[in-house]
């Protein structure tokens, strides 16, 4: 068998997308419509602050979805998958989820591996730029006020090229060069990764913020030559959206 | 036509997906939804003793999912296919149903294999650490309070990588290869192996249980690198969730 | 052009499968639910036998199935497809309908093929045995009490394998090995056999009776290691159910 | 570039596929039933004799379609897409559609080319029985009284077999060899030949004709052995059904 | 790594899709219907004429989509994300909205590439015309009174073809290649190129303008047989519509 990368993990993530029922909102009296906008608010400000978390860890982030697949993101960061089945779960109770539905969601840990990291798993001690590093991977803050793009990944295993059957060097140079792909938008592109392998139905999700979408696009495109996504990478799908602070949400859903 | 694995076959096996109508529930007076759980709580409750099936034969566990593909993962092992449907149906009858969609299941079998097990397919007299071992596999109990993961798989039929063409030996060399991998997580992980072929859509459903979620990424990742997965293993879908008693349902329902 | 297996078809076949509206099940008066079931039961009655056909040609039978997928599977066997779309739309008709949708369907008609009924195709008389086993196979009898597992099947075309491309003396001798396996299981399980191309989305319907449902995953997974399967096999779903006299319609219902 | 086949083109085609909501229509008023089979036959008949077409062209007929995909198929070919899309909406405007979904479509335009009517765009004159056949493809008439199947089909462009990169003459080759199979049905099966490429999901759509379904199998699966459809031809699904006269309408609609 | 072509990016563009609710519209009051096709109106004719956007930057259009997928596409092209997700959010604030849902939609921005525009890139001053050249395609008017065509398209990452891991060289004279077919479609066929890589599930976006549709048809067949597209190009489906101004919505909603 192949060498395994070694692996260490942070907070769990819950991507959670929600759909609004424009033809209730529009029909809704003025009085429900802010006393759910009202609620949707206090909920995510109260998980924007991790209120939900012992001692407060983890962060949450809202974000508006374009297009027909989904109109709001929420995204919870966790240190138990308990505390993302309660802020689904919350969610549902609030006065808001009643004009949602929950089209889609994504969950995952976050994840950092020896392709990437190798100096942080041998052992030894580590300093404390690299520990900042790896923590803040693990443990991330989401970035304000900026576009977001979330999608889930997987690495090909196809009858020729199979990424699982690749010798672990191999897999290493091939991540090292798509990381130096990304380096050239440090500055520009922030990311978080997040394993879903046993979780859902790929195998990470990964989610990149800038304030430039077009940044976002260019990202995208150019590591799509890299070898470890021209020939290993499956995409099944997109999301765009923006971050919105939580005492926007009214006028957000008054359009 | 290469040599067919022998099989032994124990209790049918039910996962039983759910979905919370969250709308219903929020807006039904608390009365009624105190009414739902407790019947929800019986049937749980009744079918975790198996007090449907003649002697008590079987057992139930019921897990909360997280995210959108289900809320509810309602698990029946039973001597009988019409234990299963019975089950299933039971559950309709109760008040908690009206609150409930089936937006999934999975239909299986435990089995054990000559791959894994040939001693005991050899037809000589088998000790007794053994004959446990085997009743263990084919008339499991479920773990209790821990994490469970669910998914179907199905071996490739490629056109270069068939795993129904390849010779007897060289498939259960690499099924020996995948259980020595999952021989390293003894004592982290337990599973399920049920066989669906004629039953379901894929050929095998396999429930993994762990005290520690990160233990399930683990071995699903490390196991993707073995030959038997990583050239012939497909997977639909993973299912995320954790085992509650029945008495907690309306703990759970409320958030 | 490769050789084209000569055919011989008898009737028309209509598996109609339906889940129940549990909600509305649970919620209509019993006076309701008793003149639905009674309903049911005199369409499936009068349709097993046959009564709706000119001579009372054909045969019906309802089984009850595991699962999300449906609750109930109606098959119909018929000497015209006008007859099927009749019994189609007469069910509608009944006061059993109002608790049931149409989640899915197959249309196909019975059909015996040169590959494995070779003398049949001569030309010559054949024996009365031989013409016999043809009849049962045209216009088969559903088999009483017993588990029944439907499946449509399709012959690949890929890049490499290709059925449609292999020298009929080739496909002949696949079909004939595959023919060998079943015959192990002569007296465990029947078959019906019913062509689909040009009528449905696949090539053939299968439907396996037998009163052991764990026969019924044995000759599957021993028959997927068949080269007439192993290579050449596509099988989109499965669907597990129990025949039930009509007279149990209500009994099912009610769990 | 390899060279690509000359074509021309005649009347566009919709087909219209509607679900029967056969809930609403056993619980509606008699006379409500009657008005709405009454709109639905004289919205039938009238485009029937393409009153709404500028000069009468084109023509129109409905199918009953056998399973859950549909209950009806309508198909209309105009001289405009204009007139196609006025067709579909003038549906909705009958108190039949009240009683209907649409679950499913296919847009298309008639076409010959150049690889089975060679003569016809060589720019010579033409003599007046290539004139009458060529007319007969791309302005058709729908044959009465006769079982119908639809198609849509696309050519491969796979990795290995890929028709867009085959020479002409070779494509020409396989296209007259498909043919010949086609002409032996000659008497037996009438079609309409469409493409949708830059209209629809796939790239033509298929309207086989017959008055024994049966030959409508046999020509399907006879073709299959053809090369040009064994390797290159792609084919998502089936749908069968029987022409009625508007008249039956409401006769159809009650079972 | 393979050289990634340079790209300039211009108005982001929304396709936005509706289906007509034509129970809801049959049934409503005239004068319900007349205040949404007012509603729809004023919304359509206000985003034409970008009266949403700062210094009126941007366009929109809507056309009547023929079959089940869709009845309305509305285009938006505007500078910011933001302006295409107000545009949508407006929309669901009209009369109208209530009696539309939204079936599919699609997220790009308007992109020229150095494959095509070489020049451009090259840093040196660019003439008048080419300035305006690009210029066109990066804010690009909609043509009036046409019919459209819209698609998503990737480039195929197959384990044999994969474009992205083909030399430059080898790619820009592929798409100078398909660029001399589409040459000689000028004057017939108007286009506008969009990438939705990271923004939604597929690679771009495609929408070809034409008087007559058989054109589009023409030219997305003889596409097909260059080089870029019959190896390397996927096509998940096909829009086909007419534009229409917004004063005709009452007309185009009564049929």
């Not at 929950?102 to 969950?107: D, F, I, L, R």
């Not at 196809?158 to 130096?180: D, I, Q």
């Amino acid at each position: 068998m192949v060498e395994v990368p070694q692996t260490d993990e942070g907070w769990y993530m819950l991507h959670d997308f929600r759909q609004i029922d424009w033809d209730a909102w529009r029909n809704a009296p003025e009085q429900k419509r802010e006393r759910a906008a009202r609620a949707g608010r206090e909920y995510l400000a109260s998980h924007e602050s991790a209120a939900d978390s012992p001692d407060g860890e983890g962060t949450s982030a809202v974000f508006s979805i374009i297009g027909h697949k989904a109109d709001l993101m929420i995204v919870h960061l966790r240190p138990t998958l308990d505390l993302l089945s309660k802020a689904e779960r919350q969610f549902e109770r609030t006065a808001l989820a009643e004009f949602t539905t929950q089209p889609t969601s994504y969950v995952s840990v976050t994840e950092v591996s020896g392709y990437v990291s190798d100096d942080y798993f041998k052992g030894d001690e580590i300093n404390e730029g690299l520990r900042q590093y790896i923590e803040g991977k693990l443990k991330p803050e989401i970035p304000d006020d900026e576009y977001a793009c979330f999608y889930p990944m997987s690495k090909r295993r196809g009858e020729e090229h199979n990424w699982y059957t690749l010798p672990f060097e191999e897999r290493a140079e091939m991540m090292s060069g798509h990381g130096a792909t990304g380096k050239q938008y440090a500055g520009d592109i922030d990311q978080i990764i997040a394993s879903s392998i046993g979780f859902d139905d790929h195998e990470w999700g990964v989610t990149l913020f800038a304030e430039d979408p077009v940044k976002i696009k260019d990202i995208v495109y150019e590591m799509r030559f890299d070898e470890a996504t021209s020939k290993y990478g499956e995409f099944p799908g997109f999301y765009i959206g923006r971050r919105f602070p939580p005492e926007d949400l009214l006028a957000y859903l008054n359009g």
